[in-house]
């Protein structure tokens, strides 16, 4: 097997050394009834050429990933990624390192963590970062373990409705286990898309624990951040921000200024491609007074033995391998090779061409918005919005199918996680999509009656 | 200089007689520090004259000044700084890189070719199901391919890593007694577990039963029995255990718990020793979970990502996360509607991309190469322990799985630690392997080879080690003062730790 270097007098060598006959012998010792009766009932092993034809098959199948124009977003987005972020992460001396345990073999990654989480702070305008978590979803679910421990006395966990699906049930999954919690869902309100402020004041009380927010949210809306924290601190508890969209965050106000307390998100735009759904990373950002309660891997700044500036794994005694059953998490990765991807992505982006690229998106959508609205197709909501908006037709099902049937991917139909919105579509723009294409949308939408 | 005919002006200075050398600057400096106002490493997209600038479209209440302290570079710049930080770096590719239970086996580059597909790469996840059927029967197979190979009878590839199956299994474990109307707050585990079991446990709400191993080093049947009573949920084995030793009483251990109603969980980190030797199916466990990046080749990425499938027995199927893959007449989808299912782990179907790599890998060895691998990579551990037992004892009499625990008497003879024993092995180009784990060997190093190592490998390995091992009783403080040939020498951890500086800032003016 092209894998392993053993000649067979390597074998006859290392058998000799160990004193044994055969290979068979080193697994005698495995209790017999337990052991393997028959050979692993798979395929004998292929060449490279027929592995690569086999999967190029199968990846050929997925017309899905080339044969439409999409306009699907939903928390996963289509966006360039410049191929010097691939070019780096394809190192092997990055791709094939472990996690850096070993400071003085791994300064590449640690720096480059070290990067990422100045890069996560400036972004979020918090004051410290991880170095990275699964996805948004999970690290939203850990940015409500973490306010428990803050506030171990409260028991209310307040979602917003508008936050998106997967994330509200990850979260309850997380917390499945807390038989105190309790856990409420803020309404949306249904004109703007927004949460519902006068419905949160209501449950803004003595036994919040935190409130998550979508920033934006699951209908693309720009949700009233500041005010929703202002609401969660008067009432002492924790204000958590989930952005699945990053990009929003070259543009938008970021959560530390609107006095969010844990600002956590899903880093796929930066860099990564959709990957049908993973990996991607996800961040948690917050101050500095709380950063012993942060789940997950730090690096610090430190000084070698000559003075020099190093980097390492820092305050560990949060963490799994050190903590074990009184650990802050179980996590045990920073999802790191894409973390390293955003850091490059990011680097390349720089101070203006983030705010650029996000801007360009804004004037996208909003141009795709005219257009469907001069074909008689309307937006559900009224509230602001960042490259997503939700729009109104008849048939969800037989839209998205008029428009596969044109080669077009025109969004997703959001009645199976709301029922109340069954009649909607979350379509979603980007630098990928051409203004010129967005007539053929509009008709393909509006032909369905 | 030689006179010439005319005049001739120096507009540079002569150079010096022999260029002095200059010293490479110590560190590579951060990437907020090699930025400079104005330079940019992406042009922005195409913005046709006269349309309103998004933050107008907004409204400046809802957008923020401008990202202060971003960096600002050419894209040759940042890929320049981005490769040299790779320099700075041990790799599998590069190195031997014997880490205990983490498998640095060679990952396959085939396999990031194939990831990166446009057929894969460039799919939404939320695009019709009937438009990515291809990447549901690679998931299909990938889910039958794991079930033979555990000998368990429903896979799940939704967890995003090895933790991430550890709390999977451990909330259906919690579901499963649920439904039966039992509450059990207790998990039984090891002395020799890996950090994340108990941290799992806890997230998962059960208290932590810690079970002894014996002198030998692993786990008594009878022990089990003592510890297993109507409050058990559930045991968590990993088989090898972290002293590489595969549980001889696992099968009376399982029978123990199911006696008593509780589960055994079977941690999957130690796979790479079982390919084709035992089915943790045929043990007795009840639920298992693997780590695509250490058994099955994906990279480990500097720390993930990774992915970690788990698998189950019939009776715990309906619990497995959501979503669920389903064959119907019309293809294969995702089930979202299952009643008992523990819920939903993280956004969308998992880190599909792992799951590509780790196919490839399977398809490439087979079942026969698979089998061969575990044999090889035991055949590894067992050749480096026989070959350094005099100056590395092992911690055990037992036969080595795929990886060995050896001690040292360095510490009384030398005053010499294990972690700088670990030092001083990166001055010969080698990773250490993983120190001071498991718990119960004092000072022990876990070395696992892997089967993709040559024999001319392991013996430098073993060459480098003993030599070690006679500086430390000649010079100590040679060994002491390592490293010496890395990009920095010994790192100040506990500097970091007392002062914590976690992200740049710019100097105050």
Same mark, same amino acid.
């Given at each position: 097997m092209r894998f392993m270097p053993h000649t067979s007098s390597d074998l006859a060598a290392m058998l000799d050394v160990v004193g044994l006959e055969n290979l068979e012998q080193l697994v005698e010792h495995v209790p017999a009834e337990l052991r393997a009766k028959a050979a692993i009932a798979i395929d004998r092993g292929r060449s490279e050429a027929e592995v690569a034809r086999e999967i190029s098959k199968l990846a050929g199948i997925n017309s899905g990933a080339s044969e439409f124009t999409s306009y699907l977003g939903g928390g996963y987005y289509n966006h360039y990624v410049p191929a010097a972020v691939r070019a780096i992460t394809a190192r092997a001396e990055f791709a094939t390192s472990y996690t850096p345990y070993q400071a003085e073999a791994s300064q590449g990654t640690t720096q480059a963590i070290f990067e990422f989480q100045t890069l996560i702070t400036q972004l979020t305008a918090m004051e410290v970062a991880n170095a990275g978590m699964y996805d948004g979803a999970s690290a939203a679910a850990e940015a409500v373990l973490m306010a428990h421990r803050l506030k171990p006395k409260r028991t209310l966990v307040a979602l917003a409705r508008a936050l998106w699906p997967d994330y509200r049930a990850t979260i309850r999954t997380y917390l499945s286990s807390i038989e105190e919690i309790e856990i409420l869902e803020v309404p949306f309100d249904s004109t703007s898309g927004a949460t519902d402020l006068a419905a949160f004041e209501k449950i803004a009380n003595e036994r919040l624990l935190c409130v998550v927010t979508g920033y934006p949210n699951a209908f693309g809306v720009i949700e009233p951040l500041g005010a929703m924290a202002a609401m969660a601190r008067r009432a002492d508890a924790i204000a958590i921000s989930a952005t699945a969209e990053s990009l929003a965050l070259g543009l938008l106000k970021p959560p530390g200024e609107l006095g969010i307390d844990i600002a956590t998100g899903e880093g796929q735009s930066f860099g990564l491609p959709l990957q049908f759904g993973g990996p991607g990373f996800g961040y948690l950002a917050a101050k500095m007074a709380q950063v012993r309660q942060l789940p997950g891997r730090l690096v610090g700044e430190t000084r070698d033995r000559d003075g020099r500036r190093a980097f390492c794994l820092t305050l560990a005694t949060r963490e799994q391998h050190i903590r074990r059953e009184r650990a802050t998490s179980n996590i045990c990765t920073n999802h790191s090779l894409c973390a390293l991807a955003a850091t490059v992505y990011l680097s390349l982006m720089g101070r203006g061409g983030l705010r650029d690229l996000a801007e360009r998106n804004v004037e996208l959508a909003h141009e795709a918005a005219t257009v469907l609205d001069g074909a008689g197709i309307r937006r559900r909501f009224t509230g602001p919005f960042l490259n997503e908006f939700v729009i109104r037709v008849d048939d969800a099902t037989k839209a998205l199918r008029a428009a596969e049937a044109r080669k077009i991917l025109a969004g997703i139909a959001l009645g199976r996680d709301y029922p109340e919105l069954s009649d909607t579509i979350l379509t979603t723009f980007t630098e990928m999509n051409r203004t010129d294409e967005f007539a053929r949308l509009a008709g393909a939408l509006a032909g369905v009656r | 200089m030689m006179a010439t005919a005319g005049k001739i002006r120096h507009i540079t200075p002569a150079p010096e007689p022999t260029p002095r050398r200059i010293e490479p600057v110590a560190g590579v400096p951060?990437?907020?520090?090699?930025?400079?106002?104005?330079?940019?490493?992406?042009?922005?997209?195409?913005?046709?004259?006269?349309?309103?600038?998004?933050?107008?479209?907004?409204?400046?209440?809802?957008?923020?000044?401008?990202?202060?302290?971003?960096?600002?570079?050419?894209?040759?710049?940042?890929?320049?700084?981005?490769?040299?930080?790779?320099?700075?770096?041990?790799?599998?590719?590069?190195?031997?890189?014997?880490?205990?239970?983490?498998?640095?086996?060679?990952?396959?580059?085939?396999?990031?070719?194939?990831?990166?597909?446009?057929?894969?790469?460039?799919?939404?996840?939320?695009?019709?199901?009937?438009?990515?059927?291809?990447?549901?029967?690679?998931?299909?197979?990938?889910?039958?391919?794991?079930?033979?190979?555990?000998?368990?009878?429903?896979?799940?590839?939704?967890?995003?890593?090895?933790?991430?199956?550890?709390?999977?299994?451990?909330?259906?474990?919690?579901?499963?007694?649920?439904?039966?109307?039992?509450?059990?707050?207790?998990?039984?585990?090891?002395?020799?577990?890996?950090?994340?079991?108990?941290?799992?446990?806890?997230?998962?709400?059960?208290?932590?039963?810690?079970?002894?191993?014996?002198?030998?080093?692993?786990?008594?049947?009878?022990?089990?029995?003592?510890?297993?009573?109507?409050?058990?949920?559930?045991?968590?084995?990993?088989?090898?255990?972290?002293?590489?030793?595969?549980?001889?009483?696992?099968?009376?251990?399982?029978?123990?718990?199911?006696?008593?109603?509780?589960?055994?969980?079977?941690?999957?980190?130690?796979?790479?020793?079982?390919?084709?030797?035992?089915?943790?199916?045929?043990?007795?466990?009840?639920?298992?979970?693997?780590?695509?990046?250490?058994?099955?080749?994906?990279?480990?990425?500097?720390?993930?990502?990774?992915?970690?499938?788990?698998?189950?027995?019939?009776?715990?199927?309906?619990?497995?996360?959501?979503?669920?893959?389903?064959?119907?007449?019309?293809?294969?989808?995702?089930?979202?509607?299952?009643?008992?299912?523990?819920?939903?782990?993280?956004?969308?179907?998992?880190?599909?991309?792992? !799951? /590509?790599?780790?196919?490839? *890998?399977?398809?490439?060895?087979?079942?026969?190469?698979? #089998? &061969? +691998?575990? @044999?090889?990579? $035991?055949?590894?551990?067992?050749?480096?322990?026989?070959?350094?037992?005099?100056?590395?004892?092992?911690?055990?009499?037992?036969?080595?799985?795929?990886?060995?625990?050896?001690?040292?008497?360095?510490?009384?003879?030398?005053?010499?630690?294990?972690?700088?024993?670990?030092?001083?092995?990166?001055?010969?180009?080698?990773?250490?392997?993983?120190?001071?784990?498991?718990?119960?060997?004092?000072?022990?190093?876990?070395?696992?080879?892997?089967?993709?190592?040559?024999?001319?490998?392991?013996?430098?390995?073993?060459?480098?080690?003993?030599?070690?091992?006679?500086?430390?009783?000649?010079?100590?403080? !040679? /060994?002491?003062?390592?490293? *010496?040939?890395?990009?920095?020498?010994?790192?100040?951890? #506990? &500097? +970091?730790? @007392?002062?914590? $500086?976690?992200?740049?800032?710019?100097?105050?003016?």
């Open positions: - | 951060l990437i907020f520090e090699l930025s400079c106002d104005g330079r940019r490493g992406a042009d922005g997209p195409p913005r046709p004259d006269g349309v309103a600038r998004g933050a107008d479209i907004l409204g400046r209440e809802l957008c923020r000044e401008d990202l202060a302290g971003f960096p600002e570079l050419s894209e040759p710049q940042v890929l320049r700084h981005f490769l040299r930080l790779s320099q700075l770096n041990f790799a599998q590719a590069l190195q031997f890189y014997p880490l205990g239970s983490c498998t640095m086996k060679y990952n396959p580059v085939l396999n990031e070719e194939m990831a990166a597909l446009p057929g894969f790469a460039g799919l939404h996840p939320a695009a019709p199901e009937h438009l990515a059927q291809g990447a549901l029967v690679l998931m299909e197979r990938m889910e039958a391919t794991l079930a033979e190979i555990t000998g368990m009878d429903a896979v799940s590839l939704a967890p995003a890593a090895g933790a991430q199956g550890e709390l999977a299994g451990l909330l259906m474990i919690r579901a499963f007694h649920r439904k039966r109307k039992e509450l059990r707050h207790k998990v039984i585990i090891p002395d020799t577990a890996h950090g994340t079991n108990p941290a799992s446990c806890t997230l998962a709400g059960f208290q932590v039963v810690v079970a002894k191993s014996n002198k030998r080093g692993f786990l008594e049947a009878a022990e089990i029995r003592r510890l297993a009573s109507n409050d058990v949920a559930a045991m968590m084995v990993t088989n090898p255990n972290t002293l590489g030793i595969f549980e001889p009483e696992i099968r009376e251990i399982a029978d123990a718990l199911h006696e008593t109603g509780a589960l055994l969980y079977l941690d999957g980190a130690n796979m790479n020793a079982l390919l084709g030797v035992a089915k943790p199916g045929a043990t007795g466990a009840d639920i298992v979970q693997l780590n695509l990046h250490k058994t099955f080749s994906t990279p480990h990425g500097g720390g993930g990502p990774g992915a970690g499938p788990i698998g189950v027995k019939r009776r715990l199927e309906p619990f497995l996360p959501m979503p669920r893959l389903m064959r119907t007449a019309d293809g294969l989808r995702f089930d979202t509607d299952r009643a008992d299912s523990i819920g939903r782990l993280r956004s969308y179907h998992g880190n599909f991309g792992m !799951l /590509v790599r780790a196919y490839a *890998y399977v398809l490439a060895l087979g079942g026969d190469g698979l #089998a &061969e +691998a575990s @044999r090889l990579a $035991i055949l590894g551990a067992n050749y480096v322990r026989k070959r350094l037992e005099e100056k590395f004892p092992s911690a055990t009499s037992e036969p080595s799985m795929h990886e060995c625990v050896l001690t040292h008497d360095l510490e009384k003879r030398a005053g010499v630690s294990t972690l700088e024993i670990a030092k001083r092995l990166l001055d010969f180009g080698i990773h250490p392997p993983t120190i001071y784990f498991p718990l119960v060997v004092a000072g022990a190093l876990m070395i696992e080879p892997t089967e993709t190592e040559s024999r001319e490998i392991l013996d430098s390995f073993v060459a480098a080690l003993e030599k070690i091992y006679d500086e430390a009783l000649d010079d100590p403080e !040679l /060994v002491k003062g390592a490293p *010496y040939s890395t990009v920095v020498s010994r790192v100040d951890e #506990a &500097e +970091a730790a @007392r002062h914590p $500086i976690l992200r740049w800032q710019p100097k105050e003016q």
